[in-house]
T-cell receptor, first 119, second 114 residues
Framework: GAVVSQHPSRVICKSGTSVKIECRSL??????MFWYRQFPKQSLMLMAT?????????EQGVEKDKFLINHASLTLSTLTVTSAHPEDSSFYIC???????????????FGPGTRLLVL | AQTVTQSQPEMSVQEAETVTLSCTYD???????LFWYKQPPSRQMILVIR??????QNATENRFSVNFQKAAKSFSLKISDSQLGDTAMYFC???????????FGKGTKLSVIP
């Protein structure tokens, strides 16, 4: 249980184009999903918190107009990198929160990640 | 603000031996939870073990166990009978009850040597 998929796993695009990454919780409903960015040999950096049916909350320094997040259903969140540039090349990971009332079973499960290369 | 510190950037262990990865943290919350995640070369983040702060008993999952010292704010991971498949980056993470966000340490790269 608690499987999260991410698509595509790898994408190469030209500078100036937009890229959409999908994150799906396959066997549970996720009211909250998170988007991370990971540079080589570094830890995960939280970009934004996505709640179903509401606007995403972005971390300081993350451009919300560049990284558009939509959480239209309890099983799907999308991250769109708009007008991508080479500096946006990175590994993007989503996670979905499994939570019950209070803190019981509060856990995040991660997607397999998307490697983005902008030429 | 929450912080997580992993003081061992790299470690190695012989196959079948035991290794302990260190993690210390700081939080002002009374209710929180701690995790160890594993990231193998595939880069898929895999949950290894979790611990609720209110539980005194240390969590165990097969060959993986933790030593949770709440007063010292320490949360170390012990891997017994190390296997080649344990080779990975290991991240310690802290979650608060309020925001549901996780704060990650910088990770420890573990190599299991045959």
């Amino acid at each position: 249980g608690a499987v999260v998929s991410q698509h595509p796993s790898r994408v190469i695009c030209k500078s100036g184009t937009s890229v959409k990454i999908e994150c799906r919780s396959l066997d549970f409903q996720a009211t909250t999903m998170f988007w991370y960015r990971q540079f080589p040999k570094q830890s995960l950096m939280l970009m934004a918190t996505s709640n179903e049916g509401s606007k995403a909350t972005y971390e300081q320094g993350v451009e919300k107009d560049k990284f558009l997040i939509n959480h239209a259903s309890l099983t799907l969140s999308t991250l769109t990198v708009t007008s991508a540039h080479p500096e946006d090349s990175s590994f993007y990971i989503c996670s979905a929160r499994v939570g019950l009332a209070g803190m019981l079973q509060e856990t995040q499960y991660f997607g397999p990640g998307t490697r983005l290369l902008v030429l | 603000a929450q912080t997580v510190t992993q003081s061992q950037p790299e470690m190695s262990v012989q196959e079948a031996e035991t290794v302990t990865l260190s993690c210390t943290y700081d939080t002002s919350e009374n209710n929180y939870y701690l995790f160890w995640y594993k990231q193998p070369p595939s880069r898929q983040m895999i949950l290894v073990i979790r611990q609720e702060a209110y539980k005194q008993q240390n969590a165990t999952e097969n060959r993986f166990s933790v030593n949770f010292q709440k007063a010292a704010k320490s949360f170390s991971l012990k891997i017994s009978d190390s296997q080649l498949g344990d080779t990975a980056m290991y991240f310690c993470a802290l979650g608060g009850a309020g925001s549901y966000q996780l704060t990650f340490g910088k990770g420890t790269k573990l190599s299991v040597i045959p």
